[in-house]
């Protein structure tokens, strides 16, 4: 039923650090490219990051770029969003997804998992 799960949200202290874990259940993503979205209360579900398929390219919003870094794990077929010097704005449920193509909208994306909750207090 699930394909993707999310798994080490959790409560972090501003300032701290996070990783947060993707794993393909029932099927393999090899050929996808795969992205972190984060959706806060109230708020739009937005872009955070991608990594293409094979992992030579990666893409970040401005909003996390240079604090959190995304990577695929071949072997595994798991990708990680390494989230550093985190911020109460980073507060939201993180949901990792599969794209054919790749992009920064969630109507590129297939497949979802079912998020995991990250709060950053301050």
């Known amino acids: 039923q699930v394909q993707l799960v999310e798994s080490g949200g959790r409560l972090v202290q501003a300032g701290g650090s996070l990783r947060l874990s993707c794993a393909p259940s029932?099927?393999?993503?090899?050929?996808?490219?795969m992205g972190w979205f984060r959706q806060a209360p109230g708020k739009e579900r937005e872009f955070v990051a991608s990594?293409?398929?094979?992992?030579?390219?990666?893409y970040y919003a401005d909003s996390v770029k240079g604090r959190f870094t995304i990577s695929k794990d071949g072997a595994q077929n798991t990708v990680y969003l390494q989230m550093n010097s985190l911020s109460p704005e980073d507060t939201a449920v993180y949901y990792c997804?599969?794209?054919?193509?790749?992009?920064?909208?969630?109507?590129?994306?297939?497949?979802w998992g079912q998020g995991t909750q990250v709060t950053v207090s301050s």
């Open positions: 997804a599969a794209s054919l193509g790749g992009g920064t909208s969630p109507w590129q994306y297939d497949y």
């Open positions: 990594i293409s398929w094979n992992g030579g390219s990666t």
């Open positions: 029932g099927r393999t993503f090899i050929s996808y490219g």
